[in-house]
Every structure is written in structure tokens, then in C-alpha cells.
Nanobody
Framework: QVQLVESGGGLVQAGGSLRLSCVAS????????RGWFRQAPGKEREFVAA????????YYADSVKGRFTISRDNVKNTVYLQMNSLKPEDTAVYYC???????????????WGQGTQVTVSS
């Protein structure tokens, strides 16, 4: 059974930092792209960042460029999201996902985690 499990969410003040992790089990995702998405209450799930299998290509949503960094460790089957200079508008449930190609399109991602809550207070 394939599982993606996120961790690292929590409550942080504006301007603070958090590091999210997502460990995969049940199969390896060495050749898969990995992505992070988020969903705030009453809003659609939106793209945050993506990284290709070799870490040579990364994509970011405009809203997080310069503040968030996506990385991965294929040996550990883990993807990370370092979030700095957090803002209240970053508050959402953050989901990790895996896809056969590097993309910002939600529908391309085949595997999803259960999500971790990130709350940024002002």
C-alpha cells in the first residue's frame, strides 16, 4: 500500500519558519516528480511547489517564490518544504503528492498525503 505521510505543520507567528516533510512508503518515487499543494478553508487546492526526480528542476507559485524551498532526498524517499517569512495568508492544510511529470496541475498527481495543518498568526 502506497502512503505519503506529511509532518512538520503547526502554529507559527508571522515571519517565522516551518519545515514540512513527506515520507513515502509502499513504493519508491525515484523517477517521480514530487509536489506540495495547499488548501485553505473555502478555497480550492492550489499549487505551491514541485521538484523533478533529479532535483534539477523546481517550480514555485508566485505567492511563495523567494520564501519557500522544495527539496528531496531520494534515498530517504522524502520531500521537504522549507517555509520562511511566513504570512497569515499561508495558513492552510498542506499536502504532498507524487506525479509522473513535473507540473503544477493538481490532476496530474497520482498519489496524495493526508495533509498537515499550517497556521500562521498575525
Amino acid at each position: 500500500q502506497v502512503q505519503l505521510v506529511e509532518s512538520g505543520g503547526g502554529l507559527v507567528q508571522a515571519g517565522g519558519s516551518l519545515r514540512l516533510s513527506c515520507v513515502a512508503s509502499g513504493r519508491t518515487f525515484g523517477r517521480y516528480a514530487r509536489g506540495w499543494f495547499r488548501q485553505a478553508p473555502g478555497k480550492e487546492r492550489e499549487f505551491v511547489a514541485a521538484i523533478n526526480w533529479s532535483s534539477s528542476v523546481t517550480y514555485y507559485a508566485d505567492s511563495v517564490k523567494g520564501r519557500f524551498t522544495i527539496s528531496r532526498d531520494n534515498v530517504k524517499n522524502t520531500v521537504y518544504l522549507q517555509m520562511n517569512s511566513l504570512k497569515p495568508e499561508d495558513t492552510a492544510v498542506y499536502y504532498c503528492a507524487a506525479a509522473p511529470t513535473t507540473t503544477n496541475r493538481v490532476k496530474t498527481y497520482d498519489y496524495w498525503g493526508q495533509g498537515t495543518q499550517v497556521t500562521v498568526s498575525s
